[in-house]
């Protein structure tokens, strides 16, 4: 394929099936339970559901925490603001050890923020705090660093990186190191590589780029990706990639994969009810999850079938073999709705059977 000839997309459009039973028993048995007076938000999710991280809320104070197998939850920090400040990202080490996580100060998405690291062993750091406008931190942990973006003015941003541990005996830690700079969003992990979204030489168009976690340096995109223009929305777990295309005609947006060894991208979904304003994608193996303003739904790639996995509004989260859901259980959205939060092994779960007459 040329270098910047857009990749022909396949449409093989996947069909909706109800959530089965099967499903509906694993997401229960898996069901978090929050301390007694607390309110849980889920934040994310770790390998094969070995720890998930949370929000909790009493009223009276609000704290970060990890929840690890089926131990009480490890408070990561107890906010100074209860009302005001918020927990917005985290992302856990491969051994359970280091907790980066991200603390929104205020209640508007161009606030302040705080990025921190912690050790379960003992000792925290806060690694940035920015009040520039840029994309939101997504702290990504791998092979002893964390990952993240930030503003640095004039609608341009930075990735950065910090080593979770300080080099050396001394407290002291060394200032992060700049790796990337662009008009750019968030970086998510991609298998071997820290991916994102940005703007293209034009200043029109945006593309993916990425760079070696091994090497930190600029990386090629497997595939047709280095091709894809105007994407949105991109996800990956190394071997799968999903996105959002929208038409250029207005109409309805598309979600689209491509998977290793596919010689092109395939458009799964579209003028669907399940497609109007679908964002927020996640990947596990076989597993494709994203949200609409109404539900939260889920894609099994084996079958070419998905399905509503919330009653009403919520979201999903698929990484790393693990599939989490959180909903209202009364269907509101207010401060005294009753949370709901399930976490489950994804291969667990059986396949989504295919309805019948679908192509």
Request: aromatic share 6%; net charge positive.
């Amino acid at each position: 394929m040329p270098t910047g000839s857009p990749p022909a997309t396949v449409v093989r459009a996947a069909c909706e099936a109800p959530l089965p039973e099967s499903w509906r028993s694993a997401l229960a048995a898996g069901e978090f339970r929050a301390p007694t007076g607390q309110r849980a938000v889920l934040t994310e999710v770790g390998p094969r559901a070995r720890w998930t991280v949370v929000q909790l809320s009493d009223g009276r104070s609000r704290r970060a925490a990890v929840v690890e197998d089926a131990e009480p939850p490890r408070t990561l920090l107890t906010f100074t603001d209860p009302v005001e400040h918020q927990l917005l990202a985290a992302d856990v080490s491969a051994d359970g050890r280091w907790t980066a996580f991200a603390v929104l100060e205020g209640r508007t998405l161009d606030s302040p923020w705080s990025l921190y690291v912690q050790d379960a062993e003992g000792g925290m750091r806060r690694l940035a705090r920015s009040a520039l406008p840029g994309p939101l931190p997504q702290p990504v942990v791998r092979d002893g660093s964390v990952f993240w973006a930030q503003g640095t003015g004039e609608g341009r941003a930075t990735i950065f990186t910090s080593p979770v541990r300080p080099p050396g005996s001394g407290d002291r830690a060394p200032a992060p190191r700049a790796l990337h700079s662009g008009v750019i969003d968030a970086p998510f992990a991609a298998g071997a590589l820290l991916a994102w979204r940005e703007a293209g030489a034009d200043g029109r168009s945006t593309k993916l780029s990425a760079l070696s976690f091994a090497t930190l340096r600029p990386a090629g995109l497997p595939g047709p990706l280095a091709a894809l223009r105007d994407l949105r929305s991109p996800a990956s777990d190394g071997a799968t990639w999903a996105w959002i295309e929208d038409e250029a005609d207005g109409g309805e947006p598309r979600l689209v994969v491509w998977r290793q060894g596919q010689s092109s991208p395939v458009a799964r979904l579209s003028g669907a009810p399940a497609a109007e304003g679908l964002d927020q994608l996640r990947i596990s193996g076989e597993l494709v999850t994203w949200r609409t303003p109404e539900a939260a739904y889920a894609l099994d790639l084996r079958t070419s079938a998905y399905t509503r996995i919330t009653p009403q509004y919520g979201y999903a989260q698929a990484r790393a073999g693990t599939l989490a859901v959180a909903y209202n259980r009364d269907r509101t959205k207010g401060p005294g709705a009753r949370s709901v939060i399930q976490v489950v092994r994804a291969d667990r779960l059986p396949r989504l059977a295919k309805p019948r007459g679908c192509g």
